[in-house]
Each structure stands twice: as structure tokens, then as C-alpha cells.
């Protein structure tokens, strides 16, 4: 059975936005949304992986290391969940959701080429929770080739 993995993003238009499940990307989740709403486009949720960040699939027994596909799949049950709390099911926009097994900025960076918008949450789960702006959202600020915007939390 051939590896079903993908390592990056390749998108035609519409609004990117990064989810990590974190509280940050949640809201720019819904933001995202709004935006894709408010354009008339596509949503494309973008969530990168690591055998570190990916969620275990929940048919995998103890002591057994799952596989990438089972990883992959388990990732994209996750996201699905994810898009379908906040947005609703079926949600009233067109969702496409990437995963990808790579680091969070590369996923992001490489989905920027073709996106009209790329939308990050100011921190994820890692790093220190003092910063005012996380590491990839940084690197998207500075590397993206289209607008990006960064959602603060609600005040």
C-alpha cells in the first residue's frame, strides 16, 4: 500500500488558515472563515504534522507505533472534528482541509503561493506563552507570498 502522506500544500486561491487545535488557531479559524464568507472563496484549513503533535489513532493498540497512514488519517479525523465544532456541518462555506506531514511554517509557507489570504493565529501550542507573536506566525509575517493576517485573542 503506497504511503498516503503529503508534505506540502498546493492550493488555486481562496483563504488559508493554520489549525493546531490551540485556542489561537481556533479563533483564527473562525476568522478565516468569515473572510473566505465575506470574499466569496474557498477556505482551505492547513494543519501540519509530527509523529510529536499528531493525535494517536484511537484504534491503535498499546505498545504499537502506528503508521504514517494511520497518523495521517488519525490527523485528519481531528481536523475534520475541529472544522465541523466551530463551523458547523456541513459548514456554509466551501472547506478544503490540507494535513500535512511536514513543519507548521513550510505547510503554511508553501499553501501562501496560491492563496489570496493566509490567516494565522498569533501563538500555537508551543514556545513560551509571554510571547506576542509565536515562531510560525513570524515566519509567515516575514517569508508568505500573499497578505497575512494574524488574529489576536478576543479581548
Known amino acids: 500500500m503506497p504511503d498516503q502522506t503529503i508534505q506540502q500544500v498546493e492550493i488555486d486561491g481562496g483563504v488559508v488558515v493554520g489549525v493546531d487545535s490551540s485556542a489561537s488557531s481556533l479563533r483564527a479559524l473562525i476568522v478565516a472563515a468569515e473572510e473566505a464568507r465575506r ?4 477556505l482551505h484549513v492547513v494543519r501540519a504534522w509530527s509523529f510529536r503533535t499528531a493525535p494517536r489513532p484511537a484504534d491503535c ?4 507505533v ?24 456541513p ?6 482541509i490540507h494535513v500535512v ?11 501562501s503561493r496560491g ?5 494565522v493565529g498569533h501563538r500555537g501550542r ?11 506566525a ?3 509575517v516575514r517569508h508568505a507570498a500573499c497578505p497575512v493576517l494574524v488574529v489576536r485573542p478576543s479581548v
Open 91 to 96: 459548514p456554509d462555506l466551501p472547506v478544503h
Open 66 to 89: 502506528p503508521s504514517m497512514d494511520e497518523f495521517q488519517q488519525s490527523v485528519e479525523a481531528d481536523t475534520e472534528r475541529i472544522v465541523a465544532n466551530k463551523l458547523g456541518e
Open 101 to 111: 506531514h511536514s513543519p507548521s511554517p513550510q505547510a503554511l509557507l508553501s499553501a
Open 126 to 136: 508551543g514556545g513560551f506563552a509571554g510571547l506576542m507573536l509565536g515562531s510560525v
Open 115 to 119: 492563496a489570496d489570504l493566509l490567516v
Open 61 to 64: 493498540p498499546p505498545n504499537v
Open 39 to 42: 470574499r466569496g472563496v474557498p
Open 138 to 140: 513570524e515566519q509567515c
